[in-house]
């Protein structure tokens, strides 16, 4: 055999490259639990020190999100609601600040463990569920809110006067924007199974029946209101980004 063969043998084929682990560590159980308690303190320092940030600017935050609902009159109906309610937004606030700091850590702690082939997926998955999440809380604010308080003031305009309570406006309008970006997850999702092999664009396609029930129902418990026109726009969306989802996986090939 001569020496080039030999080189040949040797050499790992693309395959076994993709599939190699290139920072795998020999780690007890307890070294990873210890790693595990290590990312979340940060994380926690992190989300800690956003709710912090937050709080102190919570009044230009709460008049911004107050917007969508213009011409209702706010009401505080208990002592120290609004300190509540500041409390409640600088939470939700200082986690979305904190997020990509969370992700990293979270990215830092499963990555020994990943292949190459994993590590190509990492990046593009979680750019684009960031990206996705961003636009949910967008398409929230902009669509869906406004539509959701244009029902609910037009409704009972001529019989009530619009007087409400702070702090049920704003578990509405987080809980809303926040249950959005989650369901913008759903090309991700879509990408990460055709990827993997576990559902092609064919089989995604071939049961839109079944979606568009889900869809619907999913339009239904995400949305904290009743109305049929803010259940409407997120079921929509929903399809929209369904389809879309099945175009990017058709695109990639699978």
Known sequence: MTATETEQNSSPNPEELLNELPDDVEMSIFDHFEELRRRIFYALIAVVLGVILCFCFVRPIVQLLEIPAQGVKFLQLAPG????????????????IASP????QIIQFVL???TRQERRLLAPVVLGSSVLFFLGLGFSYIALVPAALNFFINYGADVVEQAWSIDR???FILLLMFCTGIA???P????????LGIVSSEQ???GWRVVVLGAAILGAVLTPSTDPITQSLLAGAVLFLYFGGIGVVKAIGR
């Not at 500041?86 to 986690?95: D, E, H, R, T």
């Not at 700091?101 to 990293?104: C, P, V």
């Open 81 to 96: 609601e609004f300190f509540f309610v500041s409390i409640k937004v600088a939470g939700y606030s200082g986690l979305l």
């Open 101 to 104: 700091f969370i992700l990293y």
């Open 112 to 114: 020994p463990g990943l």
């Open 169 to 171: 406006y704003f578990e």
């Open 184 to 186: 913008f997850q759903i």
């Open 188 to 195: 991700i999702i879509q990408l990460l199974l055709g990827l």
């Open 204 to 206: 995604m396609l071939s």
